[in-house]
């Protein structure tokens, strides 16, 4: 089936056009390289400056380049926010996000430190969830160097990245060394079952266009590797099987209504809900999957929401 037609009418056409990876007879590389070049050209990223860091990578494994975004001079500390940038855990870099990510560390007040994780399927499950970690780690014990409020951290990412957040905060909340202040997640790919035949959900108007069933399920497959579902792990590789929700940070969590992620984070807020975590969702019509990103009135209103959603938070 097409749903062409229920797709926001000024994003119908680039959504149209936008090519998909075909797991099947696809190349990754080739994937990788017209993410990043067409994320990098649709944010106006290349123009974007930014500063460059490497930090301790988790034990054993190598160091993490990160890149910062200030915000305008400001007196005081500063909140700070750790961002996961999208790509199934599979592809993506932090600079091609740079312009939006800029804008945002202006708009809302707020030192953005975006992680350049390891990807999968080179490096599975937890490879990339503990540079991201670690990257957390830093930016708390550094604190007072980068001008930060060490109370006013909070962790973002969409996509692939916004698992990635999630488990971030589910990690900092076990480990007890950071107390995170919010997660904000946009369309957070929670559920390694979402497109496969053990789906809890399959709503056929979800999920033609951008990411698709057979993209969700390789990504998945590669970022797994050989866990099995009975490890302790499996929770923060996959959050929406995590038990116990309980002590999560304050949350906001949007998706769009033809996004193949709806259901899975409609279903992890209400967990959350459930949990007595604070928390709010916001579904918008007519969103496919980085509807945020494509030029439009739509993406105006959600790029405010979250701007919006970050003061509140922070």
Request: one cysteine or more; hydrophobic letters at 45%.
């Amino acid at each position: 089936m097409t749903t062409l037609d229920l797709v926001d009418a000024q994003q119908r056409d680039i959504v149209a056009s936008f090519p998909t990876f075909d797991p099947a007879h696809g190349d990754l590389k080739d994937f990788r390289r017209d993410l990043v070049e067409g994320t990098t050209a649709l944010l106006q990223s290349a123009s974007v400056d930014f500063e460059e860091r490497t930090i301790p990578g988790p034990d054993g494994a190598p160091d993490v380049r990160v890149i910062l975004f200030r915000p305008s001079k400001t007196s005081g500390t500063t909140p700070a926010i750790l961002y996961v940038h999208g790509g199934g855990m599979i592809a993506g870099t932090p600079d091609m996000q740079a312009g939006l990510l800029s804008q945002r560390a202006a708009e809302t007040g707020a030192l953005i430190v975006s992680v350049d994780y390891r990807l999968a399927p080179e490096t599975p499950f937890p490879g990339g969830l503990e540079d991201v970690y670690a990257a957390l780690v830093w930016l708390h014990d550094h604190a007072g160097e980068l001008g930060v409020d060490p109370d006013r951290i909070m962790v973002m990412g969409d996509s692939g990245g916004g698992c990635l957040a999630a488990a971030t905060a589910l990690l900092a909340r076990d480990r007890g060394k950071i107390k995170l202040r919010a997660q904000l997640l946009i369309y957070p790919m929670l559920d390694l079952r979402t497109g496969g035949a053990d789906a809890p959900s399959d709503d056929p108007r979800t999920g033609e266009f951008l990411w698709t069933r057979a993209q969700n399920q390789h990504a998945w497959a590669a970022v797994r590797g050989d866990l099995t579902a009975d490890d302790a792990g499996f929770g923060y590789l996959s959050p929406a099987f995590m038990n116990d929700l309980s002590g999560l940070p304050a949350t906001f969590i949007l998706t769009g209504a033809l996004d193949l992620f709806r259901d899975e984070d409609v279903t992890y807020a209400h967990r959350l809900w459930q949990a007595a975590v604070p928390t709010e969702l916001v579904v918008y019509a007519n969103a496919v999957h980085g509807f945020d990103l494509l030029p439009s009135a739509l993406a105006q209103r959600v790029r405010h929401d979250v701007v919006e959603a970050v003061r509140r938070l922070l």
